[in-house]
């Protein structure tokens, strides 16, 4: 396990500048579909000045219920895998896409602690991204409390977002 690398020129706010800029310039919009993270991934994103060109919503799905009946996670993934877990992660990222009409859903699903769940140590994070071109899933294995966990894996989605929509620009 370890610590995401922070470089200063990629900080969790540049990235989110990035994502609002990205998607200003081509036109495409973002959701977000949230689990371990709560909405912090979104908050982080509508911290930017612009950001409603560009986002257009996103789901917390802390209770499999909701990546389930709102996200259309499918049970028996959820049942034979639990909710941390890459497929669930692009299903939740696609879920958001759909629900939010977006051009992009991005997701995050996984353990902050203290415990662990389902099985799933503490750090083992999965995140999600779909786009019109298809899908990206990215495993993280974290180190830190509570906290500093669902920082890292914010940084890392904002990380991956701003990849893919690279990809296809």
Known sequence: MSRLPLPEDETTSALAARVVASGTVSGQTVSTAESLTAGM??????????????????IVSYDNSVKSGVLGVREDLLAD??????????SMAAGARRVCGTDWGVSTTGVAGPNPHDGKPVGLVYLGCAGPQGYA???LRLEGDRAEIREQTVWAALRLLVESMARES
């Not at 991934?41 to 509508?46: H, K, N, Q, R, V």
């Not at 930017?48 to 060109?53: C, I, K, L, R």
């Not at 895998?81 to 692009?90: F, L, N, Q």
Request: with cysteine; charged share 20%; hydrophobic share 40%.
């Open 81 to 90: 895998k639990g909710s941390v877990d890459p497929d669930v992660a692009r």
């Open 137 to 139: 899933t990215r495993e």
């Open 41 to 58: 991934l979104a908050s982080t994103i509508c911290s930017v000045s612009g950001a409603s060109a560009v986002f257009w919503g996103g």
